[in-house]
């Protein structure tokens, strides 16, 4: 008897159910859209004797969530990582997957591109090196440069060792004596050109003596 019940109106009991999934599906992804943003990568527990030489700076992520939880997001509260702890010099690929990305609880990751990443390690190396002033302009006519004194002559810069190795001296940000009829004294900073070298030292200081020719 009691089989013959429910058998009797099967199909509206069917037609119901999936009914009420349809209702609950769209309840659920109402008010859902997709972003794009282009994250910035952030590499941790970099071991200190190695550098890298070069680095992916984005990552961009397709991201799903409800309307009001996507537009109150800041660029801070998601970001791409990747750990370093057992990284060592050579050539790495790291592949990305949805480990890699810290983001808040009620959004999900739908895309990652790129899914690998490609670095570059080498050991880092420090050097001394020579600091070059670079002079622009002339004295005032019937004056000359008679001198110039850098303090400090030498400074220490570190980085990726086939980088650091090609490097023999730094130069000063452009100094202008134009004009001058007296010694100028400059506090210069460093013309770091070179990417991921850097120094401790970020001012020198450059006395030009100025004198009149005869």
């Known amino acids: 008897m009691i089989r013959k019940i429910l058998a009797k ?3 509206l009991k069917i037609a119901s159910l999936m009914l009420a999934i349809l209702l ?40 799903e969530g409800q309307d009001r939880v996507l537009k109150g997001i800041n660029q801070e509260d998601i970001s791409v990582v990747v750990d370093l702890k057992t990284a060592k010099s050579g050539k790495k690929i790291y592949s990305l997957s949805r480990e890699n990305i810290k983001l808040p609880k009620r959004l999900i990751v739908k895309s990652i591109s790129p899914q690998t990443i490609s670095l570059v390690l080498e050991e880092r190396m420090q050097k001394k090196v020579s600091v070059k002033p670079v002079i622009v302009g002339l004295p005032a006519k019937g004056f000359s440069v008679e001198s110039i004194k850098i303090t400090p ?44 070298v850097r120094s401790d030292t970020q001012e020198i200081e450059v006395i030009i003596s100025v004198k009149k020719d005869k």
């Open 9 to 11: 109106n099967i199909w």
């Open 153 to 196: 002559e030498k400074v220490m810069i570190e980085g990726p060792m086939s980088l650091v190795k090609r490097i023999y001296s730094v130069k000063t940000e452009p100094l202008d004596v134009t004009g001058t009829v007296e010694n100028l004294h400059f506090t210069a900073f460093l013309d770091m050109t070179k990417p991921n």
């Open 24 to 63: 609950w599906f769209f309840v659920v992804m109402s008010g859902h859209s997709v972003i794009v943003l282009d994250v910035p990568v952030k590499f941790i527990n970099m071991p200190n004797e190695i550098e890298m030489v070069n680095m992916a700076k984005t990552v961009r992520l397709g991201i």
